[in-house]
């Protein structure tokens, strides 16, 4: 079975702070993607960044960073130095070949000024 | 590109009513999904096309759900008769590409209210 878990329902930080956003997936699947997705108030999802079983490398844009890790089966997002307009729900998601794409139940992120 | 648009963004309706949510994805993409989001089950695949040909609906609640896409720019989302437990916010979403590595735009979605 497929499932992917956030454990952490709400954050909340002061501008400026580090936040890390933690997934945990479960896959026995050996192909795999996985995303992460952020919905901010307006309500719109919005793709951030996808990513392969076959590539663990880190990846940085901006104040985003992503790290894959397959012995632990995470893939968590830290947001550097963050800023209110990065205040919303962010939802990792993995999809293991087919078409139906699953999403974790989401962490919604407060950042205060 | 416009973007997947959904109509209508919000929607109160009584009991019994019939819902009907429309969408129109991005041209050229040959993937549509319908999302439905509540605070109990998160984000849940209802249906998804392809070509406009509907390939898998098992997660459709109930049969008081429909959902059909009559050309590539264009699906509808029926309820009928809605009830109160229906009240979530519909997304829909179309990707160019099937596969595992389709990544998904959502339209703003509809958020449905039964009363």
């Known amino acids: 079975a497929q499932k992917v878990t956030q454990a952490q329902t709400e954050i909340s930080v002061v501008e400026k702070e580090d936040v890390t956003l933690d997934c945990v997936y479960e896959?026995?699947?050996?192909?795999?993607?996985l995303f992460w997705y952020k919905q901010p108030p307006s309500g719109e999802l919005v793709f951030l960044i996808r990513?392969?079983?076959?590539?663990?490398q880190n990846e940085i844009s901006g104040r985003y960073s992503w790290n894959f890790q397959k012995s632990t089966s995470s893939f968590n997002f830290t947001i550097t130095a963050s800023q209110v307009v990065d205040s919303a729900v962010y939802f990792c998601?993995?999809?293991?070949?087919?078409?139906?794409?699953?999403f974790g139940a989401g962490t919604r992120l407060f950042v205060k000024a | 590109d416009a973007g997947v648009i959904q109509s209508p963004r919000h929607e109160v309706t009584e009991m019994g009513q019939e819902v009907t949510l429309r969408c129109k994805p991005i041209?050229?993409?040959?993937?549509l999904f319908w999302y439905r989001q509540t605070m109990m089950r998160g984000l849940e695949l209802l249906i998804y096309?392809?070509?406009?040909?509907?390939?898998?609906d098992s997660g459709m609640p109930e049969d008081r759900f429909s959902a059909k896409m009559p050309n590539a720019s264009f699906s509808t989302l029926k309820i009928q008769p809605s009830e109160p437990r229906d009240s979530a916010v519909y997304f829909c979403?179309?990707?160019?590409?099937?596969?595992?590595?389709?990544?998904?735009?959502f339209g703003a979605g509809s958020r449905l209210t039964v009363l």
């Open positions: 998601a993995l999809n293991t070949g087919g078409f139906k794409t699953i």
């Open positions: 041209s050229g993409h040959d993937y």
């Open positions: 096309f392809n070509n406009n040909v509907p390939i898998d």
């Open positions: 979403a179309s990707s160019p590409t099937g596969g595992g590595a389709n990544v998904l735009t």
């Open positions: 896959t026995r699947d050996t192909t795999y993607y």
């Open positions: 990513r392969n079983s076959f590539d663990e």
